[in-house]
């Protein structure tokens, strides 16, 4: 089966840092891949050339197995990739509701399609999604005034609105209340198994990726270190290396 | 729902008082007429200036490029249509030889507002592809250079009477009252701008614009057509302060390139001042800022003469310190604060 995220030898250097030196990965359509590695070892970069919010100097990153290296963020978003970010963001001025209701088919909507109020299959997905992330009390709250975990959980329903076909994620659980996770976890899964969404996923909680993930890439120094099924890169000699220094 | 956008009983009566309020004003108050035409284009200028500045947080300062465009424009068809304009403005406009009859200055406002339209909107689109890739401080300070080299551009073409500016044609007198026309057409331009701006903000367009206005970056991965959205918003923009500059030429009668047609220290200004007075990022808030703006202008001016440019600075000082929101914004959060109805 063709794979439907495919980046191969992704190189992108910051001066004299370089961030991603030669990185290969592949995301099957459909399944959950995981994306690990220590603190400054390049996943967010990646994540950012894979969206083309920052080009890359070589290698190749095809999507649906068409080259989108040299496109421009919207364009790629177009196409059916979507991401979230470390940090949330959401657009603070306007409620929870409409910041669902403005990223609802944003990116397969026609321009002109924007010059009407929202319709109703708009209005009761959003309703749908709200409830599902567990927001639906905040709808009128200014999404600005929600706290970390809650803009997570927005930002995560607002790219399911989207409706992405590839959704890739930066630390989903981070700053959510460990109360929560597991909601967070179930409904990951439920996206992917009922809403069709591919995710990549960073994540520093390892029991979260191992429980998600049906294969994982760990990152070191801007290098893959190694890549395999959770359980064996959890006893991968250099990837506990990597964490927690050689010994 | 988004409740600020919806129409309740309380803002229909609203509206209906103002528009009542607007149509009877002149016949109240004849003496004001002119300052009164005034503050309608001052609405129109302040709504236009919030679209692009308030709603999609692009703070533009050389707004009054349009508004001076569309001034000329307006004035070069309402002369060229009868004279030519070249001898029109090298005999300042003056004397017997340009008269315009009752059919020749109609005709002239109203094929000269449609063009100042066009024109305006026409520059904006050009300009915006290039102007709107910029961001933040960049776009603010290259929308006051645009303004400031129209002025100094138009003040070198001697067709258009160069420096020493251009005359609006004479009504004739067979008209009767002309301000009172022009009050009319100027009432029923700010309505439609207000009708327009309510309509776009209530469709997922105003969304994607407050959007725009909290995180471009964010809006673009997730494959909203930013660029278009903006281009659009400021096409819209330009086009009502060019019928607004055409009105403003006629009100005034005479363009001068820099202190009336470009004139980013004053109008410039003042709409950028009037939105943040009245509450940016609101609909209401705009027009609100308008009619407090002129009042205390039109004070200041004839109670404080001299000195009326200090109290003006003492207001924008006031609204920086005790109303950062601006009025509308105020009453908002003081309402929200006490759980109350948004206004």
């Known amino acids: 089966m063709m794979a439907l995220l495919e980046a191969v030898g992704v190189t992108k250097a910051f001066g004299g840092v370089v961030a991603n030196d030669g990185v290969s990965l592949a995301v099957a359509e459909g399944a959950i891949v995981g994306l690990i590695g220590p603190n400054g070892s390049g996943k967010t970069t990646l994540f950012n050339t894979i969206t083309g919010a920052i080009p890359i100097e070589s290698g190749s990153i095809r999507f649906k197995g068409k080259e989108i290296s040299q496109l421009l963020t919207g364009g790629i978003a177009r196409s059916g990739l979507i991401r979230t970010y470390q940090q949330p963001r959401v657009y603070g001025g306007l409620t929870t509701r409409d910041n669902m209701l403005v990223s609802v088919s944003i990116r397969h909507g026609s321009f002109a399609g924007l010059f009407r109020r929202a319709r109703e299959e708009a209005q009761e ?6 409830d599902f992330v567990g927001l639906t009390e905040k709808s009128g709250t200014l999404a600005g005034d929600l706290s970390f ?6 930002e995560l329903a607002m790219a399911l609105a989207n409706e992405p076909e590839l959704l890739l994620l930066d630390e989903p659980t981070a700053g959510i209340n460990p109360a929560l996770i597991n909601d967070v976890i179930d409904r990951l899964k439920v996206a992917n198994a009922a809403l069709g969404v591919t995710l990549l996923i960073i ?10 993930a049906q294969h994982v890439y760990c990152l070191a120094h801007g290098r893959l270190l190694a890549e395999g099924p959770p359980q064996a890169i959890q006893n991968d000699a250099l990837v506990l290396d990597a964490y927690l220094g050689a010994a | 729902m988004s409740d600020a956008r919806t129409l309740t009983p309380k803002r229909l009566l609203l509206i209906a008082s103002l528009l009542a309020t607007g149509i009877v004003a002149p016949l109240l108050f004849p003496a004001y007429q002119s300052q009164l035409t005034e503050l309608l284009l001052f609405i129109v200028f302040a709504l236009c ?3 692009v500045g ?22 070069i068809v309402q002369v060229w249509l009868v004279y030519d304009v070249g001898l029109y403005n090298a005999a300042r406009g003056g004397g017997t030889a340009f008269v315009f009859d009752a059919s020749q200055f109609l005709t002239g406002l109203a094929l000269g507002i449609p063009a100042a339209v066009l024109i305006s909107a026409l520059a904006a689109w050009l300009l915006g592809s290039l102007v709107l890739t910029m961001r933040g401080h960049y776009f603010a300070i290259c929308t006051l250079g645009l303004g400031i080299a129209a002025g100094q551009i138009a003040a070198g073409i001697p067709w258009i009477g160069a420096g020493s500016g251009m005359l609006t044609p004479n009504p004739p007198e067979s008209l009767g009252h002309v301000p009172l026309l022009l009050y009319y057409v100027a009432l029923g331009l700010a309505v439609l701008c207000t009708l327009t701006f309510a309509w776009l903000l209530s469709t997922r367009f105003g969304l994607a614009l407050n959007a725009i206005r909290d995180d471009e970056d964010k809006a673009e991965a997730m494959g909203l057509k930013t660029h278009a959205a903006k281009v659009t918003a400021w096409v819209v923009a330009a086009g009502f302060l060019g019928a607004a500059g055409a009105l403003y030429g006629n009100l005034v009668r005479f363009i001068d390139p820099i202190q009336t047609a470009f004139a980013g220290a004053t109008i410039g200004v003042w709409m950028i001042l009037m939105a943040l007075l009245g509450g940016r990022g609101t609909l209401l808030g705009p027009i609100v800022g308008a009619i407090v703006f002129q009042v205390t202008k039109e004070l200041f001016w004839t109670y404080l003469l001299g000195w009326q440019r200090v109290g003006l600075g003492l207001l924008i000082i006031l609204v920086a310190v005790f109303f950062p929101s601006g009025i509308v914004g105020f009453v908002r959060e003081r309402n929200a604060a006490s759980g109350g109805e948004k206004p």
Do not use: T
Request: charged content about 15%; aromatic content about 10%; overall charge negative.
């Open chain 1, 149 to 154: 975990g809650q803009q997570k959980l927005l």
């Open chain 1, 125 to 130: 997905k959003v309703d749908e999604l709200l």
């Open chain 2, 54 to 75: 308030g709603q999609m947080g692009y703070n533009s300062f050389g707004n009054v490029l349009f508004v001076g465009l569309g001034m000329y424009a307006a004035a």
């Open chain 2, 49 to 51: 200036w919030d679209l």
């Open chain 1, 203 to 212: 994540e520093h909680n390892m029991p979260v990726i191992m429980d998600l």
